[in-house]
């Protein structure tokens, strides 16, 4: 099938012309040689006749020549800028109503602010076409030209700045942005008005209900570290309780060291022996200290302190004398494996008490009989602490509760079921992390870490 597109055929038919006007020139050439070689040989009449005849063969091949070279292109050529012409009014009767039909304000304006051109839009906002007047005169409620305005440089044609000003048309604010551009041949600035009037005032509101919510937030948690912290002291309170029989024994025992070694002095006349006996006084004596300070560091309040570098093994040691002196049986064996940690950013009673609980717990699981394992280790930039028991195990399926607030395996004297869950509030509150592991019948082991002090302070 032949091509009948419109491009196709348009090439031919130029092709076809050129042929039909190269064989229009050769007749000419022709004809023209034909008449010099006949118009000497011929009478006067039979000149006259051939010039005649040469004259209108040459109008009716001169014809077909001047349309094709002159008349077709110059015609042509008025077609397409007609059709070019016509093309660009669409375009600008196009781009008008695109401008008019938008729902905010346009103008063009010279570098000095002066109102070039305004679009409908504009004018129904202003009430009139304000040609010729500076755009603040016009637009600004102070008739003060805004403060930064985009007019006081030059702004290149085809870049944007945006600005918002305020007391504009009756108080209302806008966002304006201003391009280069060329207007009939000079520099000027096409100004497009945005009205976020009723979009700051949304703003407004919603940054007012987020301070707002915010201030509950930090309320609710401010109630919140108040409630946890009593329930800290309470735990504490209430291992004290369980601990006041082994603490009486622990410090009973020294005193009556202590007394009879003074009834020894006062009965004694030899210095040497009395200077002993002090000594012994001395010793026992600051054993009662050693039990009284662990104990009013452990039930003193957090909240007198505030953060500060806390030795971990020292507080290991503390948490685990005071076990010693409370509840330990000779029948648990201790295993220490302390190697260096960093010193973590902490409350150091909160730490201890930390410590305590979970040892308190693996105690009371081996039930006079079995090993506690004390290890450190130092894991980057971090402190690791495991305390292993080989007590009964924790049940499947209460691995999942533990931490719960008021849940408990243990007897109804035996703890209210708040350690744990301090333990992970405290464990949490220095960043720090807590894994428990355990099998039943083989023991419990708990993992903690915490960032060391220093990473703390490089954060």
């Given at each position: 099938m032949p091509d009948t597109s419109p491009a196709p055929q348009k090439k031919e038919f130029r092709q076809s012309a050129a042929w039909l006007l190269v064989v229009l020139v050769g007749a000419v050439f022709?004809?023209?040689?034909?008449?010099?070689?006949?118009?000497p040989v011929l009478p006067p009449m039979s000149r006259t006749e051939l010039i005649l005849m040469d004259a209108t063969l040459l109008s009716v091949l001169i014809f077909p020549i001047f349309y094709f070279l002159v008349f077709r292109p110059l015609v042509r050529n008025i077609a397409e800028r007609q059709r070019a012409e016509e093309a660009l009014r669409e375009t600008s009767n196009f781009n008008e109503l695109l401008i008019e039909s938008l729902p905010f304000g346009m103008d063009i304006v010279d570098e000095h602010g002066h109102i070039l051109y305004m679009s409908h839009a504009m004018e129904n906002a202003v009430g009139r076409n304000a040609l010729g007047e500076k755009c603040w005169d016009l637009y600004k409620d102070d008739r003060r030209q805004c403060i930064g305005c985009a007019l006081n440089q030059p702004i290149q044609a085809g870049l944007a700045k945006s600005m918002e000003s305020t007391g504009v048309l009756g108080g209302r604010t806008f966002e304006i942005t201003h391009t280069g551009m060329i207007y009939r041949g000079k520099p000027a600035v096409l100004e497009v008005f945005y009205d976020i009037t009723e979009r700051k005032h949304a703003e407004e509101v919603l940054e007012r209900k987020v301070e707002e919510r915010t201030r509950e937030l930090r309320e609710n948690q401010a109630e919140k570290d108040r409630v946890v912290g009593q329930l800290i002291q309470a735990e504490k309170m209430a291992a004290i309780g369980t601990m006041v029989s082994g603490i009486g024994h622990e410090i009973n025992n020294p005193l009556y060291v202590i007394m009879g070694k003074a009834e020894a002095i006062r009965d004694e006349s030899d210095v040497a022996a009395c200077n002993e006996h002090a000594r012994d006084i001395i010793k026992y004596a600051k054993h009662i200290s050693a039990i009284v300070k662990n104990l009013s560091g452990y039930i003193r309040p957090a909240s007198q302190h505030e953060l500060e570098k806390t030795d971990v093994q020292e507080k290991l040691l503390e948490a685990l004398a005071m076990a010693k002196h409370s509840m330990l049986d000779d029948r648990i064996?201790?295993?220490?494996?302390?190697?260096?940690?960093?010193?973590?950013?902490?409350?150091?009673?909160?730490?201890?008490?930390?410590?305590?609980?979970?040892?308190?717990?693996?105690?009371?699981?081996?039930?006079?009989?079995?090993?506690?394992?004390?290890?450190?280790?130092?894991?980057?930039?971090?402190?690791?602490?495991?305390?292993?028991?080989?007590?009964?195990?924790i049940r499947a399926e209460h691995l999942g509760k533990i931490f719960d607030p008021f849940?408990?395996?243990?007897?109804?004297?035996?703890?209210?079921?708040?350690?744990?869950?301090?333990?992970?509030?405290?464990?949490?509150?220095?960043?720090?992390?807590?894994?428990?592991?355990?099998?039943?019948?083989?023991?419990?082991?708990?993992?903690?870490?915490f960032p060391g002090a220093e990473t703390i302070k490089e954060e």
């Open positions: 022709l004809v023209e040689t034909l008449v010099m070689v006949l118009l064996e201790i295993r220490q494996n302390f190697a260096p940690v960093p010193a973590i950013a902490a409350k150091p009673e909160e730490i201890q008490q930390v410590f305590f609980n979970i040892i308190r717990n693996g105690i009371q699981a081996m039930a006079g009989r079995g090993v506690l394992e004390i290890a450190t280790v130092r894991e980057g930039s971090q402190a690791c602490i495991r305390i292993k028991d080989t007590g009964t195990g849940f408990t395996t243990k007897g109804p004297d035996e703890g209210e079921g708040l350690g744990m869950y301090i333990v992970q509030k405290i464990v949490n509150k220095y960043n720090g992390t807590i894994a428990l592991e355990s099998q039943e019948n083989k023991g419990t082991t708990v993992t903690i870490r």
